[in-house]
């Protein structure tokens, strides 16, 4: 569901969360970034940043230069007039990834989960064009959308979680598909990796220069399958920091 | 110019450069990070004149020893540590002078749990997107984006006055918190205290909770009884569990309560977003309090509004002038 209009609900004394529906949908996420694009352009006072998400957007903000009340005020000022947004700029990257094997452990469960063979879970899940909703939880790690897909892959989370998830996995749990940026820990169900990084800390491939992290929210990623032995050259072309990344400027519109 | 000024002879547990934290990435899933507890590192550099955000060095649990490359003047601030320079007493919240060779350990917490070494001048690390301070997940800012580590050289700054000025500087008795003497964490309700029962709103905030061993910079876990949450409609994103909520952003502070069991109030190095209802979120000055929070410790949470914070925020910040300040 999407709301007539935007709650704002206190999330302690320096952050306000925004929310605005609750589903995961494009129309949503559309919807927030819209907000996102409305509240920077209006340069409120005291606010210090923003974090576009699914269906709502946590700001951050000084509640000694700006009291939450008049915060408030001039947000609803800002997004009652809010235009309905239907076109974004959205960058189409690819992304190589060695599905199954020792770092996809999960992949033959997501293919008993979806009643499907391993190579057809592959080539659905390569096929269909991914929609970064929300970046985040660990440095730069996206939350994936499947867009118009052949046929929706879904799978339960793990019960319990894992201690340890490589890093570089490519991951599903219920639809959405994750990149687990750094080692952590995790729920989804592993279904390959992918050997280049999204996140950087030493920001030494020049696609990193202004930020550690590669994906934005409104990115499109296309999942390419290669071997093992494509993967290992791959690899060894990001150490040498001549890997390229493919990335295409678009923009995308619903 | 910087030059080595100490070098690390003993660790400590968990021990890491910090400032005041980074802004502008939050929307990349990197957390502010900075001294857990801020009042404390901005006391640290009013008492040797840094610019109040400078960085110094946050210690957990247990300190560290280091041994002076150069002269130079620190203070030791934040909970009450078993310290001593040479084998001799060292006190907390004042400046001291230290020699070339002097030896500054820092031992055990007795009282609150975060200790911070600041020092005249400012541990002098590169700022990585805005800020020296150490990020352990994402591997950035501080000594490489670690915990300290036997060996390592600390540089630091220009000192911005003459250390001569400003030795024996004390803090005011009467400003200084008194770590384990105040049992309440403030906190605002929301944004998802509606998806709780009202009694387990009253539960939540009438109930002792205990500090559990899995607490540090991402979050800190309190025991206490179950919470109950309100009936839903169906929701297609949620998840199954009535604790499940779609995703969305963590504020620093907020407080999840997966399965309605163990509250996790997230650090200044919390994760940025979940899918748990978060019932209420710490207010900023009170991130000091949590910092403080010795293992096993029992304490409540508290609601207050957030006009009601953001006087307790002003009144905290206010402390911190120079006029609360003693030359010895």
Redesign the interface.
Known sequence: MIYETPRY???????L?I?IG???TLRANFKVIGMDRAIQEARIKGC???????????L?YD??EI???DLIAELKRILDVIPEVTEVPSRLIELPVKYGGRWGPDLDFVARSNNLSAAEVVRIHSETIHWVG????????P?LMQLSPSSLLSVPKYTSPRIYTPKGTVALG?SITAIY??V?PGGYQMMGVTPVPI?D?YQSLSIFEK???LL??GDRLKFVPVEAEECDFIRQKVWEETYEFKIKKEFYSI | MSQATLEVIQPGIFSTVQDLGRRGHFASGIPPSGAMDRFALRVGNLLVQNPLGEAGLEMTGLGMTVRALRETVVALTGGSFEADLNGNPFPVWETIALRPGDLLSVGKALAGWRGYLCVAGGIDVPQVLGSKSTYTLGGLGGVRGRTLKKGDLLEVGLPRVSLHSIQGRKVKEAILPKPGAEKNLRVVLGPQDDHVQEESIETFLNSDYRVSIRANRVGYRFEGPQLYFKKRAESRDAGLDPSNIVDDGNAIGAIQIPAGKEPICLGVDGVTMGGYVKIACLIAADMDRMAQLRLREVMRFKRVTVEEARYILEEALGKIKEENIIRQ
């Open positions: 609900l206190y999330s302690g004394d320096q952050y969360t929310e609750d589903e995961m210090i940043e923003t974090f576009p998400g699914w269906r709502s957007l946590l951050s509640n000694l009291s939450t009340r929300m970046v985040g939880f660990t440095p730069g790690s939350q219920g940026p750094v952590s996140y800390r930020s550690p992290v934005q929210i």
